[in-house]
Each structure stands twice: as C-alpha cells, then as structure tokens.
C-alpha cells in the first residue's frame, strides 16, 4: 500500500474529504466482505497474507479496479482502527433511494450524533428487517469510519437518507409518525404495524420541538428503576423488538 493510497484513505476519515470525492472506507475482514458481497461499487481493497486466499477466492474481486496485498502496519496507518489485520477497502458511496415509505416501517433519527449509536442502530435495523433510516441532516454521517465499523456489514443493506426531518414528516403526515419520549402511550400496549415511522431523538436533548409537531404518536418505554434514561440504541431496539412481536 503506496503513500499514495495511505494519505487518501487517511482522508476519508473527514467527512468533507468524503463529500468531495464520493468514496469512503471500510475495514475489518467481516465489514469488507460483506462490502464484497453487496452491490455497491469498490475502488480499491488492500488486504493482508493471512486473509489473501479468502479475499482473492470471492466471485467479486476480479471487479476491483485496484487491488494489492499489504501489511497490518500500512491498513493500520490508512485507516480508524487501532489494529487491522485483515483488509481495507475504498467504495463509492452510493446514490440516495427514494424515502417514501412504502408498507413498511421507517426509523427516523433526530440528530444522533453518535457515531457508535448511529452504527449499532444500522445494526438494530438489519436485524428487524428494517430497510430505511431517515437522518435529520446533524446526526452522523453514515460514512463516517466508525459508523461503518458500528454496523459490522449492516450498512450494505440498509438504505440510510438525510432529510429536513420536520419536513419529511410534514409531508408524511397521512401515516401514524411514533416518537419515543420520556411520557407516552406504553410501547408495550401499543401495537405499531406498517405503514408507519418511528421517530427517536438525539442522545441528550431527545426529540427537537420542531420534529415534536410533527409526531401523531407519542410513545414511551417505562421505566421500572431509578435511571435517568437509556441510550438511544438501546432505545431503539427495544422498541423494534415490540414491533416485531406484532408481524
């Protein structure tokens, strides 16, 4: 791996570096195979010895334009984590799908922040057979090194889109729209079936007044103990999982 390639994908660690070339990076063996088996479009994939036949044998590699075996110490230096054995990759981020809901149920993110939260929520979401994420335009960037590595693969399969969130709902207002808020109907008495969207809120400050106007429903998880609150993908798989108690 040149110092070519270490300085660009050490790039792509900046959102604005991502936003000007259309690429972003994903490391670890796992995430990079599932990369291998989706349909979004690889640029480069530098790989170790140790995982070469496995990389080198995938039905998709002879479509990467560029391709290289390399050393832990030079993906180490290209990329977030502290120590990659495996392999990284460079891809073209995707083109955005349309957001309406079909008969379905949408997750909408009000200013998630984190990366690590926004990640695991990908994650929830694959696991549910949720298909779409909606993101007001301040929470994380889905492309951000430590979303992707959140996701564990997830990303290659969940459709995430950024939106003037109040909007997106304003339009949206047809369908039942649930917030998840500190008081509200018991999510465990509520049955939400598809068509909906279930919105949750940013890990401090909750759902934002101005997205609060545009919620029909209003739900809760009740709390038994004495915690202030729960974390936000926490949060949400709780919720997806009493969704999923009434498919």
Same mark, same amino acid.
């Given at each position: 791996?040149?110092?070519?390639?270490?300085?660009?994908? #050490?790039?792509? +660690?900046?959102?604005?570096?991502?936003?000007?070339?259309?690429?972003f990076?994903?490391?670890?063996?796992?995430?990079?195979?599932?990369?291998m088996?989706?349909?979004?479009?690889?640029?480069?994939?530098? &790989?170790?010895?140790?995982?070469?036949?496995?990389?080198?044998s995938?039905?998709?590699?002879?479509?990467?334009?560029?391709k290289?075996?390399?050393?832990?110490?030079?993906?180490? +230096?290209?990329?977030?984590?502290?120590?990659?054995?495996?392999?990284?990759?460079?891809?073209?981020?995707? +083109?955005?799908?349309?957001?309406?809901?079909?008969?379905?149920?949408?997750?909408?993110?009000?200013?998630?922040?984190?990366?690590?939260?926004?990640?695991?929520?990908? #994650?929830?979401?694959?696991? &549910?057979?949720?298909?779409?994420?909606?993101?007001?335009?301040?929470?994380?960037?889905? &492309?951000?090194?430590?979303?992707?590595?959140?996701?564990?693969?997830?990303?290659?399969?969940? +459709?995430?889109?950024?939106?003037?969130?109040?909007?997106?709902?304003?339009?949206?207002?047809?369908l039942p729209?649930?917030?998840?808020?500190?008081?509200?109907?018991?999510?465990?008495?509520?049955?939400?079936?598809?068509?909906?969207?279930?919105?949750?809120?940013?890990?401090?400050?909750?759902?934002?007044?101005?997205?609060?106007?545009?919620?029909?429903?209003?739900?809760?998880?009740?709390?038994?103990g004495?915690?202030?609150?729960?974390?936000?993908?926490?949060?949400?798989?709780?919720?997806?999982?009493?969704?999923?108690?009434?498919?």
């Amino acid at each position: 791996m040149n110092k070519r390639w270490i300085k660009e994908t #050490r790039g792509l +660690q900046l959102k604005k570096n991502r936003k000007k070339s259309g690429l972003f990076i994903v490391e670890g063996r796992k995430s990079v195979l599932e990369l291998m088996n989706s349909d979004i479009q690889l640029e480069a994939l530098f &790989y170790t010895q140790k995982y070469a036949e496995e990389f080198e044998s995938h039905h998709n590699f002879h479509k990467v334009p560029v391709k290289e075996v390399s050393t832990e110490t030079a993906l180490t +230096q290209a990329g977030s984590l502290k120590v990659n054995d495996a392999a990284i990759a460079v891809a073209h981020i995707p +083109q955005e799908a349309d957001t309406t809901p079909e008969n379905e149920i949408v997750l909408a993110l009000d200013d998630v922040r984190d990366p690590g939260n926004l990640g695991t929520i990908i #994650r929830i979401a694959d696991w &549910y057979g949720i298909k779409k994420i909606i993101c007001s335009h301040e929470s994380a960037d889905v &492309y951000n090194p430590k979303v992707i590595s959140a996701t564990m693969g997830s990303f290659t399969r969940i +459709q995430v889109s950024y939106v003037d969130l109040p909007a997106y709902l304003d339009k949206h207002q047809s369908l039942p729209i649930y917030g998840a808020f500190m008081e509200g109907e018991n999510i465990y008495q509520t049955k939400i079936s598809a068509p909906a969207i279930v919105v949750m809120g940013n890990e401090s400050n909750g759902i934002s007044e101005v997205t609060s106007d545009k919620i029909n429903k209003k739900i809760t998880i009740p709390r038994i103990g004495q915690a202030e609150s729960l974390n936000v993908a926490i949060a949400t798989a709780i919720i997806c999982d009493n969704v999923a108690r009434h498919i």
